[in-house]
């Protein structure tokens, strides 16, 4: 039977309309952008990661050319901390007590980067210049820096007054129950990690512009987000003002990956500057500002066991994971580790878990959302542990993994971690990927490798996450007087595609060119509230909006065009910008029916959908390494995955998302990390100590879909933002720790899996021998 593709709608190949402006430099990013008057602001930061300070004369600093403001602590005393928004409760009932984050910092700094005073000049070089001016006496004191040894005995507290770095505790699961799994348990296999901390790197830093704007009695305030609302929102509140005085814009933006949806104290430097000096006031991070103080990621260290049978069945699963945090609680920074541990029995029909998760304090960046937000590491701890119990009963990988996965019959499917999944096929997707990637025929490939001195290890992961989370978005659409469409929603593409996807399921309503659908987002005067975009929901959710708006605004343009012809809606058709009489020629196009239109309201249509549950999607990643012994350097040879994302919105931007993933995924694996010296310098704060997975780390990505539709979501969409970086890490690491097995024996090694670690492993393990 043939497949016929479609033009527009749910899964049309549509090329990405955002394209042509950005490649050929006609992108507006926030630092493109500077208004009549700016000046330009500079935060000085603090060069010790745990310190009493003292700030001395500013007169010479205020003296400096061009310079036209500083501001300390005792200049934004008035503006409240930034506040985490994630508060989780502990066994006891209890909720921790918080640390904030001051706008600028009093008397005390608690990491290398902590912001103590903002200077305004004309140019940022003069602000710079003016900021060595500043005198700052620091009383350095001994950091807290490990995440392992953060609750150590003797270690030093970064908020000496709470008595421990230990920021919240939280339990997940039945410890008796899982207590009575270990007891009858044949065999238990054990394993200890550290899922290493990543800065989140995206191309364009963060940059923002205020403008106080006394004719409006507001604030104006442009800057590269995930979402306008929530910044309007919690800037309202640090300056303790009704959100209707600011408006908060965003225009392009050069990757999130969620560290761009959350609040910074320099947004709140450049308002209280430019309200106080009546000019615009914009402010540009350079790279190592990004290093040093944009939220990081990931940064667990995990104590996991697995009871099983002499069968290979699991029994249970117990978690100890340390959380680091940072020096603060960052906005959404506890929910991160809490939101992971909902999925830590991952794909597998484990019946009891006993997980504790401690978040602790360190001097360090304060840790939050990084691409997938917890969904991720706890793919990386299920996947290592069921690949360690395999050996450990000398189980062919696979094996152990059909053994104990969740079975069709047993969907809908609660875990122990209080997930519901709706429908899920893993042993479907697992063989085919395993069938595409030729897993039968590895071992012919293994011994062609070793005639070339290299060793080969083959990994895989399968995964589920949760995604698209409860909620709505919106979408509401205009017909112009140009008789093109324009649609706002309330989420904010940082590279994604919206502009084309969402335009793809209003054109199929319409059936209008896509060329002729404009998306509007990032504008608190447009739309009232708006979700903004992460955990994979803007998809799922708006284009289910766009869709039904579509169809609101179609039924009202048909009823027009009835009205004008002499005729009954239901004879109406649309196509290619007008309305048509079925059967004759007798047409208005779009232009001449928004000029028709006697109410303004007619030519609006209106969609929301409230997706219930999250949806969750799943697949398998296989990756295939070599590896020289002589230099210990890891090559990705083959990548296949095969996901279950329940149905394709556009094939192009869905690959893109996947491909994008992966990078990140094995950049986590291979090669990025994020090092603090026991000083609580950060050491890795450049591109020429922090290695970032480049083009050539990455084979030819074999990728398809088996897509089994979400029965929580209107479409059948299960989402896809972030699946590639929840299989890819613990598949590539896999695939390492199996070539490292297979020719000396090694089970297990950190990541990164950089040359240097690798090199030594072997080096150990041939000297062990």
């Known amino acids: 039977m043939t497949v016929l593709t479609p033009k527009f709608g749910m899964g049309a190949s549509v090329l990405r309309k955002e394209d042509e402006s950005l490649i050929t430099g006609k992108g507006r990013y926030t630092d493109d952008i500077t208004p009549p008057g700016t000046l330009h602001g500079f935060v000085l930061r603090s060069p010790v990661a745990k310190a009493r300070f003292s700030v001395g004369s500013l007169e010479a600093a205020r003296a400096a050319p061009g310079v036209h403001l500083i501001l300390t602590a005792a200049d934004t005393a008035h503006l409240a901390d930034l506040k985490t928004e994630a508060s989780p409760k502990q066994p006891d009932g209890t909720t921790p007590p918080t640390r904030d984050i001051p706008i600028l910092c ?27 001016l500043i005198e700052v006496e620091y009383e350095s004191e001994e950091p807290a820096v490990a995440t392992a040894t953060a609750l150590d005995e ?38 200890s990690f550290v ?21 409006e009695d507001r604030f104006v305030l442009t800057t590269g987000t995930q979402g306008v609302h929530s910044m309007q929102r919690i800037l309202a509140g640090v300056f303790g003002m009704p959100p209707s005085k600011l408006r908060v814009l965003t225009y392009d933006v050069g990757g999130g990956f969620g560290t761009k949806a959350f609040v910074y104290r320099e947004y709140a430097l450049v308002m209280e500057a430019s309200k106080r000096l009546g000019r615009p006031v914009k402010w540009t991070s350079d790279r190592n500002e990004h290093f040093l103080t944009d939220s990081q990621g990931r940064d667990n260290y995990v104590t996991a066991e697995m009871a099983l049978d002499g069968s290979g069945k699991f029994l249970g699963l117990r978690i100890e994971l340390l959380a680091n ?102 042993d479907g997707h697992m063989t085919l990927a395993m069938e595409r990637a030729g897993w039968a025929s590895f071992e012919a490939r293994l011994e062609e490798a070793k005639s070339r001195g290299r060793i080969r290890g083959i990994g895989m992961a399968t995964y589920v996450e949760a995604c698209a989370f409860p909620g709505s978005e919106p979408a509401y659409l205009t017909l112009n007087g140009d008789g093109t469409v324009t649609l706002a929603i309330g989420t904010q593409s940082n590279g994604q595609g919206h502009a084309t996807a969402y335009a793809q399921f209003v054109a199929e309503k319409l059936n209008l060119d896509v060329a002729k659908i404009h998306v509007h987002q990032g504008d608190t005067d447009v739309l009232a509230s708006g979700g903004g975009t992460g955990g994979s929901r803007s998809i799922p959710i708006g284009a289910v909006s766009a869709a039904r708006a579509g169809e609101d605004l179609a039924e009202k343009i048909k009823k027009i065009a009835a009205d004008e012809m002499e005729a009954s809606p239901a004879d109406i058709e649309l196509a290619e910008g007008v309305a048509r009489i079925v059967g004759t020629d007798r047409a208005m196009d779009f232009a001449t029916i928004a000029k028709a239109a006697q109410n303004p309201a007619d030519l609006k249509g209106f969609g929301d959908f409230e ?9 398998t990643h296989i990756c295939e390494v070599e590896i020289d012994p002589a230099t210990g ?9 095969v996901d279950d994302f329940g149905a394709t919105a556009n094939p192009i931007l869905l690959e893109g998302q996947v491909h994008g993933g992966i990078a990140q995924g094995a950049g986590q694996a291979l090669t990025e990390d994020t090092i603090y010296s026991e000083d609580g310098q950060l050491v890795t704060a450049t591109f020429m100590d922090y290695s970032m997975p480049r083009a050539d780390i990455l084979p030819l990505i074999q990728f398809e879909t088996r897509n089994v539709p979400s029965s929580t979501n209107a479409f059948g969409m299960k989402g896809a933002g972030e699946a590639g970086t929840v299989g890819s890490t613990p598949a590539v690491l896999n695939a390492v720790t199996d070539a490292l097995y297979r020719a000396y024996g090694i089970k297990h090694i950190e990541m990164p899996t950089t040359p ?11 000297g062990a021998r």
């Not at 899922?195 to 004719?215: F, H």
């Not at 053994?403 to 019959?409: A, L, Q």
């Not at 240097?756 to 041939?766: F, K, L, N, S, Y």
């Open 633 to 641: 350097k890891t090559d990705i040879v083959a990548y296949t995955v």
């Open 325 to 426: 945090m940072g020096a603060y609680l960052h906005q959404f920074g506890p929910y991160i580790p809490i939101g992971g541990a909902s999925m830590a029995t991952g794909v597998y029909d484990i019946q009891a878990l006993d997980m504790t998760v401690k978040g602790v304090y360190t001097n360090t960046c304060p840790v939050d959302a990084y691409r997938g937000a917890g969904r991720p590491e706890a793919a990386f701890l299920i996947e290592k542990l069921v690949d360690a119990c395999a050996r450990e009963l000398g189980l062919p990988y696979e094996e152990m993994r059909r053994r104990n996965f969740i079975k069709p019959e047993q969907f809908p499917y609660k875990t122990p971690g209080g997930r519901v999944y709706d429908i899920c096929e893993l």
């Open 756 to 766: 240097a670690r690798v090199w030594q492993a072997i080096a150990e393990a041939q």
């Open 154 to 191: 003797g270690v030093p507290l970064v908020w000496p007054e709470l008595g421990t770095n230990q920021a919240f505790l939280y339990h997940l699961g039945d410890k008796a129950r899982t207590d009575a799994a270990f007891a009858e348990a044949d065999r238990v296999v054990k394993i």
């Open 195 to 215: 899922n290493n901390r990543l800065v989140a790197n995206y191309m364009e830093t963060r940059s923002a512009i205020a403008e106080w704007r006394p004719d």
């Open 611 to 619: 997706q219930p549950e999250p949806t969750f999607p799943n697949g």
């Open 106 to 132: 009093r008397d005390e700094v608690r990491y290398v980067g902590d912001a103590v005073a903002f200077i305004v000049a004309e140019t940022r070089t003069a602000a710079q210049d003016a900021a060595e």
